[in-house]
């Protein structure tokens, strides 16, 4: 990914990404209007801070081991605890009650990953290279 340095602080670098789905590639994505672009900031540990200056292109990168642990993190283990929960509860609750304690589980992990969320942060590191 590629992104522009915003703020450097003591061995800290914040860098912005520009973030675009994948309309971009379409020729009419512009005239359909469901393109969409996003600003990401992303704090990044570096020894290195001291060689980098406000404004400098950059590229992030994150190893594929740690890639795929995010998408574990973020996707598949929330889908595939809430699926086991709404099919182990169905029948004994019913429909309304299963689909409930589904939702009050996805919201449970929401704020599990939050509390983790630093923990999280150092178990991922990023590489950033000047272009």
């Known amino acids: 990914m590629n992104g522009t340095i915003k703020e450097i602080k003591e061995g800290l670098l914040i860098i912005s990404i520009e973030c675009h789905s994948a309309c971009t590639h379409c020729q ?6 469901f393109a969409e672009s996003k600003e990401k900031t992303v704090e990044v540990e570096n020894a290195d801070w001291r060689q980098y200056a406000v404004g400098d292109a950059v590229e992030v990168d994150i190893r594929e081991s740690q890639g ?4 574990l993190i973020a996707y598949l283990l929330p889908a595939i605890i809430g699926l086991v929960i709404l099919l182990v509860t169905y029948n004994p609750w019913g429909e309304l009650r299963s689909a409930l304690a589904t939702l009050a589980f996805f919201a ?11 923990r999280l942060q150092r178990k991922f590191t990023y590489k950033v290279e000047k272009l």
Request: net charge positive; glycine share 4%.
């Open 68 to 71: 795929l642990l995010a998408v």
């Open 108 to 118: 449970l992990y929401v704020v599990v990953l939050r509390l983790f969320r630093p």
């Open 28 to 33: 009419a994505h512009q005239a359909c209007g």
